[in-house]
């Protein structure tokens, strides 16, 4: 009776099969084995059509390192913090990478501060970067460093976590300024 039932279930996978199958002499003359049927084989390459991924731009990677953009400060400093030297390495290399790219840093600060004391701590900010970014491989004339003081802020609130947003330098390749 089991024979009978693996027999029936090896009939109704060969009729759903897209195309009749021929078996071997030899597997004709022996009787079915009694393990569980195998599944349905997938298609083989020649019959399905080849998908190339197009590579993904390390720039617009979000699990690249390259996609991460912003370097923040502590507050009323202008020295890159050990966390984003990591992140700047990077930047530095696809710049030594790709001579022809050039890039603008933006310096921002928080609203604290006179409006010329944040123009000018903006800039140290972004000149740091700049500098570090020349350190690591980037060429001079390929990055900008400007500074926006407190008027491209992030975070809108009046709380430290909001002004800690606001301490810090972008870096922007083209199309993105």
């Keep these: 009776m089991r024979k009978l039932m693996i027999a029936c279930a090896a009939l109704a996978l060969a009729a759903c099969q897209s195309a009749p199958t021929q078996p071997a002499p030899e597997a004709a003359a022996q009787p079915a084995p009694a393990a569980a049927p195998q599944p349905e084989p997938t298609p ?61 840093i933006q310096g921002n600060a928080d609203e604290r501060g006179s409006r010329e004391y944040n123009v000018g701590l903006g800039q140290r900010r972004a000149d740091a970067v700049r500098r570090y970014l020349s350190l690591v491989g980037a060429a001079g004339a390929q990055v900008e460093a400007v500074s926006l003081g407190e008027e491209k802020p992030r975070c809108t609130q009046k709380t430290e976590a909001c002004w800690a947003e606001n301490r810090r330098a972008d870096i922007l390749y083209p199309g993105e300024y």
């Design 44 to 104: 083989r390459a020649a019959e399905a059509p080849a998908v190339t991924a197009a590579p993904i731009d390390p720039l617009k990677d979000p699990a690249s390192v390259l996609s991460k953009r912003s370097v923040y400060f502590d507050f009323d400093k202008s020295q890159i913090r050990p966390e984003f030297r990591p992140t700047l390495d990077a930047h530095g290399q696809y710049l030594r990478d790709h001579r022809s790219v050039k890039i603008l």
